[in-house]
């Protein structure tokens, strides 16, 4: 069905990461054609249809997680009233990490029509520059910001077998490797994925403790995706070194001694009273 048939209906933008020759024609189509458009970031609305040449003629509303449930019912009732919504976020699929989930829920609903202009996505460039396995994986979506619930949700995700999408802001990306490495230990094989599409395109790939030093190292800015490879199917015992790198890693980040030690004895298996002679015998006299 085209956007432009009769009668209202709900469509998701799927918007351009960064690089602008990434949008499709139903972008442009829709952005120019659709009686409402909710925008995440009305500014960036106007650079983006600036930059494709678009002139958008419909209302032009913010939508954004601060007004969704209060801006939500507006939106449903000028669908229901024929008109077109279209919904763009800053940056990929509205719904996926951003504002839009609600909306269709509440459209779906209310009986009316859903349909998707698809576009680039992050989760899956992401994963497809990684160079880890893309055929199974798991999407988590950002981490906890707190960080003992970032440790807690990592540590449910240490046995995953599937290659785990994470987003992650560039202020919390040194906290966040380091509790990766807490959990899943320092070799897992991880990719940091920065600023896709766009000029300081960058991917750093590696096990997860030499990307951990690269971040404590360097603050990194820009958007941000993170890859990490699955469990393996048969843990083999970590050695002396891999649990002394876990528990300074842990340290480093913030934790203390004993939380450090309490969390790698856990995600590694390992008995908690060898670990502590470990650190133990590490320490400075």
Not at 27 to 43: G, M, Q
């Amino acid at each position: 069905m085209s956007d432009t048939n009769v009668g209202g209906r709900l469509v998701l933008l799927g918007a351009p990461l960064g690089n602008v020759g990434d949008a499709s024609t139903r972008l442009r189509e829709s952005l120019a054609s659709a009686d409402v458009v909710a925008a995440e970031d009305t500014r960036r609305l106007s650079r983006l249809a600036r930059d494709l040449g678009v002139e958008i003629t419909g209302r032009v509303v913010s939508y954004f997680e601060g007004n969704e449930s209060r801006r939500g019912g507006d939106l449903v009732a000028a669908v229901a009233g024929g008109s077109t919504v279209a919904v763009i976020t800053d940056g990929g699929m509205p719904s996926v990490s951003d504002p839009g989930f609600r909306l269709v829920r509440a459209v779906l609903d209310a009986g009316l029509p859903v349909s998707v202009a698809p576009g680039p996505s992050a989760v899956t460039t992401a994963l497809a520059l990684s160079g880890l396995p893309c055929d199974r994986f798991c999407f988590e979506g950002f981490l906890p910001r707190k960080p003992a619930e970032r440790r807690a949700a990592l540590r449910a995700l240490a046995t995953e077998p599937r290659t785990v999408v994470l987003f992650e802001a560039p202020h919390r990306l040194a906290g966040a490797l380091a509790d990766l490495v807490g959990a899943f230990g320092p070799q897992r094989p991880a990719a940091v994925c920065r600023e896709m599409t766009k000029t300081y395109e960058e991917v750093r790939r590696g096990p997860l403790a030499e990307l951990a030093e690269w971040a404590g190292a360097a603050q990194a800015r820009g958007e941000i995706t993170l890859v990490v490879g699955g469990s393996p199917a048969a843990r083999a015992t970590a050695s002396d070194q891999e649990l002394l790198a876990a528990v300074a890693a842990r340290e480093a980040a913030g934790s203390s001694r004993r939380d450090a030690v309490a969390e790698v004895a856990e995600a590694f298996g390992a008995p908690r009273r060898r670990v502590y002679a470990l650190a133990l015998g590490a320490s400075p006299a």
